[in-house]
């Protein structure tokens, strides 16, 4: 039989579909490595420079990023050329070419999980490099599981072998980028993406207010996960040609790339090895390999120290918050006479009571030139406590401790009790007018459900308009006290009143509407500061991040100053009980940390506290006070008995505290107890033999672990047991 001549169109195609292809290739590869120069050269130079040059080698970074992301499309239309006119693999075929990609996003992601160590020292041994290696692949090969089972479940349930390949590569370019973003929030944070804190975020009502990414974050993820879809796209279509050639060729795949010889060769071996070497750590007590461990995620950790009955060797494991645990709080409510309290005996009546927070007000922000209006109420009568801490390095537990005068490590079993502070119940007994007012959800944390339980709906001011950023709603919130103190003005009521305002510019993402300070940053750029660690961009990023800061500092300072003068305009100023502070600090990597929630390093934790009012002597109280002691204090001036403070706080009185004392702080998992050896980060579960609980460490003020975490707990351990006991004071085991 004849054959028919192609026509000269497609004989060009049939000719040059390879070779465009491989060029299409090529090019994409040559656009990627000039993408990564451009960018790393961008990055070098922009944070040296101010103004016109800084926007343009940003812009021109920007531009390298997108060239590096959108390389691998290049290489795509060729790839699709191949998946119209080549004869559909068999599912075998198939298969055999998705676990070949399964095993490169194992590499991808191992390449990208070294991120994670970016706190791993040059002058570590190499014993403890080859611990960290393996237990890194491992660590890895585990968690690119999740990926592989979707990989199986497309490859049988979808038929259409081209729209399988299309969904596995976006899951595979989905879970690359998924990885990165852990990098990022680890770097950041020091905790995982995955972690619960970080689901908590995710599916809480009202998170959005408290994490603001902004469109640069979400167009370079949406970018990063197409370029890297399309590259497993081709990457697919490469594989299956592979694996077809062999067997035309009747020759069998290499050995390595066999799944059983992945799972003999190498996963088990790279598991059993770095799981052999952390409980021989374990067990010796090596803090240096222990250390190394802890930013790999997901990788139990067998402990065969906890093994060994040798408790002058090894610290004390505590379980602060057993499983099961349920509230028993308050042990008796307080009983107030009123009359005894030192508020009403200098004014005669029961004082308002306004609380005034500034969210991520960290200690070192309050003077003259940053806060003018504060600095004029601190002057002005005011007791101001120049050694205070916050309960928690985040709002939830700043507040928290502030509200119910108990650790951070009760936020649980409150949240699950649905109970209202004993502070606010109290109040509300002597017939207070109660009024919340906040520029952030109070959904989130769940406050809604905690401190404000009790109170109707619309007491609770938090709505602002979602269109608008911090500092409008700032302005707002000052408005709308102004407004409520007028309309209890011409409805004569003369309740006394509470009243509970948050201000939160100062929270990330630091909006402001300009301000004195400057270099500052256009738009806070996690993904900058999650990859800036070190380098001579550091000191500048810093300044640049913490001007912005500062600037919105210096615009809540303005909005307090607005809540301060309606008082002051309808009489109430001085029968009222003003008590202003942050909920917590804010890190600019002092101590290798941005933000907050991180760590318990001053910085995080150190917040100013002015109190002013009835009852309230002037002047500077040194010794040092803890939010904790801010629920108790307040209900002793309205007139309960100091004797009775054991039964509803864990608290001193912030008016004869201490002359020495530690202090706890909360995080989500854990609590830090402020000690003169140090700052002891405890885990609320005491790890298992499974290694799936947190371990314990020792800082210094600047947040290093000491060399003998061990002799500082010996030192300190009736400090420690008074604090594991207070944390179940208030629990009982058991449902």
Same mark, same amino acid.
């Given at each position: ?8 169109? !497609? ?633 009775? !403070? ?16 530690? !202090? ?72």
């Amino acid at each position: 039989m004849a054959s028919h001549p192609r026509p000269p169109l !497609r004989r060009l195609v049939s000719q040059f579909g390879t070779p465009l292809r491989l060029w299409g290739l090529l090019f994409g590869v040559g656009l990627a490595v000039a993408g990564a120069l451009i960018a790393r050269a961008g990055h070098g130079r922009a944070a040296a420079l101010e103004g016109g040059a800084f926007d343009l080698l940003r812009a021109l970074r920007h531009f390298g990023l997108a060239a590096l992301a959108l390389a691998p499309v290049c290489a795509v239309p060729g790839e699709l050329w191949f998946h119209r006119r080549g004869p559909a693999p068999a599912r075998e075929v198939l298969g055999q070419a998705v676990f070949r990609l399964w095993l490169v996003n194992v590499v991808a992601a191992t390449l990208v999980g070294s991120l994670w160590l970016f706190e791993l020292q040059p002058g570590r041994s190499p014993w403890v490099r080859l611990y960290v290696s393996f237990a890194l692949v491992s660590s890895v090969a585990l968690i690119s599981l999740a990926p592989g089972a979707v990989f199986l479940a497309v490859l049988r349930w979808v038929e259409r072998w081209r729209v399988a390949a299309a969904v596995i590569a976006f899951v595979g370019g989905f879970y690359l980028a998924l990885v990165y973003t852990d990098t990022v929030v680890y770097r950041l944070l020091r905790y995982h993406f995955l972690s619960s804190a970080v689901v908590n975020v995710a599916f809480t009502e009202g998170s959005g207010d408290s994490i603001i990414l902004g469109a640069y974050v979400w167009a370079t993820a949406a970018t990063i996960i197409s370029a890297l879809a399309a590259a497993q796209f081709v990457l697919i279509g490469v594989f299956a040609r592979r694996v077809q050639r062999l067997e035309a060729e009747g020759r069998a795949p290499f050995v390595l790339l066999q799944p059983k010889a992945v799972l003999v060769l190498g996963l088990l071996p790279s598991l059993l090895f770095s799981q052999s070497v952390y409980a021989a750590a374990d067990l010796q007590g090596d803090r240096e390999v222990l250390r190394a461990a802890r930013p790999i995620p997901v990788v139990p950790r067998v402990r065969l120290g906890m093994m060994l009955d040798d408790e002058q060797q090894r610290a004390p494991r505590y379980e602060l918050l057993p499983d099961g645990a349920r509230l028993a709080w308050p042990a008796a409510p307080p009983a107030l006479e009123p009359t005894r309290g030192a508020a009403f005996q200098a004014r005669r009546k029961l004082p308002n009571i306004c609380v005034l927070v500034l969210d991520s007000w960290r200690r070192d922000m309050l003077d003259a030139e940053l806060t003018p209006e504060l600095t004029r109420f601190a002057e002005d009568g005011a007791r101001r406590f120049t050694d205070h801490l916050s309960g928690g390095n985040g709002t939830r537990y700043g507040l928290f401790t502030m509200l119910y005068g108990l650790h951070g490590s009760y936020w649980f079993p409150v949240l699950e009790a649905r109970r209202s502070p004993v502070l606010v119940d109290t109040l509300q007994a002597l017939g207070y007018d109660l009024r919340v007012f906040s520029s952030a959800s109070m959904s989130f944390p769940e406050f809604r459900e905690t401190a404000w339980v009790s109170l109707p709906p619309e007491a609770i001011v938090d709505s602002f308009g979602a269109e608008l950023v911090s500092w409008q709603k700032d302005e707002l919130l000052a408005k709308a006290f102004d407004g409520w103190l007028t309309a209890r003005a011409a409805e004569g009521d003369e309740r006394p009143f509470f009243s509970f305002l948050l201000v939160d510019a100062p929270h990330q993402p630091y909006a402001n509407p300009g301000g004195p300070y400057s270099p500052t940053v256009e738009q806070l750029d996690y993904i900058e500061l999650g990859r800036t660690t070190g380098g001579p961009e550091l000191p500048l990023l810093q300044e640049r991040v913490l001007n912005t800061y500062k600037n919105s500092v210096h615009h809540a300072d303005a909005t307090a100053g607005r809540v301060l003068a309606a008082l002051r305009e309808r009489g109430l100023y001085d029968d009222t009980l003003v008590l202003i502070t942050g909920d917590h600090g804010e890190e600019f990597f002092e101590c290798g940390f941005w933000g907050h929630t991180s760590a318990f390093s001053p910085e995080q934790v150190e917040v100013p506290f002015l109190l002013r009012g009835p009852g309230v002597e002037p002047g500077v109280e040194t010794r040092p006070t803890s939010h904790l002691d801010v629920s108790g204090s307040l209900l002793e001036l309205l007139g309960a008995d100091p004797a009775q !403070r054991g039964d509803y706080t864990l608290g001193a009185s912030l008016f004869t505290p201490p002359a020495e004392r530690c !202090r706890v702080v909360a995080g989500w998992s854990d609590i830090g107890v402020w000690t003169d050896s140090g700052i002891f980060d405890l885990p609320l579960r005491a790890p298992t033999l499974a290694g799936w609980g947190e371990e314990y460490e020792v800082y210094d003020r600047h947040w290093n672990p000491v060399p003998d975490p061990e002799a500082r707990f010996r030192r300190e351990l009736a400090e420690l047991e008074r604090t594991a006991e207070e944390c179940g004071r208030f629990l009982v085991r058991g449902r």
